[in-house]
């Protein structure tokens, strides 16, 4: 016998027609694997300079900035500052359709902490902590909003210019790698022992996070189709093979001209890998990510072991945690090549346009 309910119970008022159960199930794994992805040395301080800038990025990110990198176009190349805590707002589906915004507004605010953590591992021994929690308020106002905008938005001026940033290669690891750059030359060096010797705490914890990193970024390219679909598989599958292969591009070069391996150059490797394939994970081709895995395992390691040694201002900056390198080069490496391998059948799977004029890497061009 069929049980009718009620007919103020017949549908979910919590499960609107528009809400897509799994995609949003999967959005918000996707940003806790995210907000898993942490690492550094000077442990204490490290840990307490990433542990005040979740809980400052959370608040200014609800208060004012999610509107202004996603929101209502304000002035050319930035969205109209606005607070991201009304009821009606947080449960109404998202540009994707089928989120609400409140799933968005997490997932987003996962990626500008982590930014602002990159951009501390330039700064570790010597920022101060006063002045860490003032720049932490102030880049993400007017630096990452003005970028997220620009890029991401469907708004913003260089996202209606077709530019490809499948999973922010260029706004989060490109700024973030010239950023912290910047900070580490004004902030000035770390003691002169500190920079002659810097081990890891602990190489075997050192070796967990970089294992916590590599299958966080899962999330980190998997979730930006926001939505569970082919596109979401194949961005996960070339974030691996390209980080596989500029682990071992890494570690080969080590053998080869330092005639050992290398714990930290393996790691380094690993981490070009991944910072590489993010702005096109999801728009290229398996053979294109084995490519890109090559050239972020050789080229970030030519600037950082070779290049970096011979130019008078690389030298001079102590960027603690080869900021530069690891996230500004291989993200730059990472959006050209993009632009370069972007099959336009899967720009045109993942940005949802219907004709070839759009999302065609220089590759296929006629």
């Not at 591992?121 to 010597?126: D, K, P, T």
């Not at 308020?137 to 209606?160: D, N, Q």
């Not at 930006?224 to 071992?248: I, M, Q, R």
């Amino acid at each position: 016998m069929a049980i009718s309910l009620p007919s103020n119970l017949a549908t979910d008022p919590a499960s609107p027609d528009w809400l897509n159960k799994g995609d949003n199930a999967w959005q918000l794994t996707a940003a806790t694997l995210v907000g898993l992805q942490i690492k550094n040395k000077w442990a204490v301080n490290s840990a307490f300079m990433a542990l005040y800038t979740f809980a400052a990025v959370f608040v200014c990110w609800m208060g004012w900035g999610y509107q202004m990198s996603f929101g209502s176009a304000g002035i050319h190349f930035i969205g109209r500052p606005n607070v991201a805590l009304d009821e009606k707002f947080l449960l109404d589906p998202a540009f994707s359709g089928h989120l609400p915004n409140a799933t968005m507004v997490y997932f987003q605010f996962v990626f500008v902490a982590i930014t602002l953590i990159l951009i501390a591992g330039a700064l570790l021994g010597r920022m101060n902590f006063y002045a860490w929690m003032l720049f932490v308020l102030l880049w993400l106002t007017f630096s990452y909003t003005i970028c997220t905008f620009s890029i991401w938005a469907p708004k913003g001026w260089l996202f209606k210019m077709d530019i490809i940033d499948y999973s922010g290669g260029l706004f989060i690891h490109l700024s973030s790698g010239v950023a912290g750059f910047t900070a580490a030359y004004w902030v000035g060096p770390r003691a002169a022992k500190d920079r002659e010797r810097f081990p890891p705490n602990n190489v075997i914890l050192m070796l967990a996070g970089a294992g916590l990193l590599w299958m966080g970024w899962s999330g980190f390219n998997g979730g930006d189709p926001y939505s569970v679909n082919v596109d979401a598989s194949l961005a996960v599958l070339n974030t691996h093979v390209c980080t596989a292969t500029g682990l071992l591009t890494w570690l080969l070069l080590d053998i080869h001209f330092f005639r050992k391996p290398s714990v930290i150059g393996a790691t380094q490797g690993m981490i070009t890998g991944l910072v590489c394939i993010t702005p096109a994970a999801g728009v290229v081709q398996g053979w294109a990510a084995i490519i890109m895995g090559i050239m972020s395992g050789s080229i970030p390691w030519y600037t950082m072991m070779v290049f970096h040694k011979r130019i008078g201002l690389l030298k001079q900056v102590d960027d603690t945690m080869a900021v530069f390198h690891t996230h500004a080069v291989a993200g730059s490496l990472g959006g050209i090549l993009a632009g370069v391998f972007a099959e336009p059948k899967l720009g045109r799977l993942f940005y949802l346009v219907d004709d070839w004029e759009h999302y065609v890497g220089f590759f296929y061009g006629s």
